[in-house]
Structures are given as C-alpha cells and as structure tokens.
Nanobody, 123 residues
Framework: QVQLVESGGGLVQAGDSLRLSCVVS????????VAWFRQALGKEREFVAL????????MYADPVQGRFAISRDNAKDTVYLQMNDLRPEESAVYYC????????????????WGQGTQVTVSS
C-alpha cells in the first residue's frame, strides 16, 4: 500500500509556470513507477507524464512534450511535474498515480492515486 499527496496547484495566467509535487509514502515507494494524469471538467482523465522507479526514463503526452518535465527525488520520496508555458485548455485537476515498474500511459495500470490538485490557467 502506498499513499500519494499532491500539492502545488493554483491559479496562473497563460504562459506561466507551476511545479506540482507528489509525496509518495507507504511500503517501498521507490519501487513504483509514478505518473501524472489530468482531468478537465466533463472530460476523461488523460495521461500527462510518467517516470520509472530510478528516475532515468520518462515519457510524455504529445501536447506537453517540451514544456513539461517530470522528475523524482527518491531521497525525499517525491515526484515533481514542472509545467511551463501553461495554456488555458490545460486547466484541470492533476493527479499523481503509482503503479508497478512496468506501468504505462494507461490509467488502468496504476493501482494508487492521490486526491488531485487543481490547476487553473486564465487567458
């Protein structure tokens, strides 16, 4: 069992940056791949980025490639999502999720989820 707690969301203007944090606690948190997903009002939850257990392999959704960066500090059991040049259409609740090391971009491969943090980007 692991628990995830997100923080860092807020209200920003288009073009601004935010850094989200996800603290992973519980049994062997460093053994889990961690991903960020987001869900806008009335839409499906969608994949944003993932990072492997060692932090040396990452994957991004096409819309955020080059603007977002996922990283992890295993000494702090924390995963970060640096978001640059935010766009209004990226307003959503952002969730972090933990899954087995082979977890993919599909949300069903993740076993544990945080409660989410709201990101609102004004135009």
């Amino acid at each position: 069992q692991v628990q995830l707690v997100e923080s860092g969301g807020g209200l920003v203007q288009a073009g601004d940056s935010l850094r989200l944090s996800c603290v992973v606690s519980g049994h062997n948190p460093r053994n889990y791949a961690v991903a960020w997903f987001r869900q806008a009002l009335g839409k499906e939850r969608e994949f944003v980025a993932l990072i492997n257990t060692r932090g040396d392999s990452t994957m991004y959704a096409d819309p955020v490639q080059g603007r977002f960066a996922i990283s992890r500090d295993n000494a702090k059991d924390t995963v970060y999502l640096q978001m640059n040049d935010l766009r209004p259409e990226e307003s959503a609740v952002y969730y972090c999720a933990a899954g087995a090391p082979h977890s993919t971009t599909y949300k069903l491969t993740y076993d544990y989820w945080g409660q989410g943090t709201q990101v609102t980007v004004s135009s």
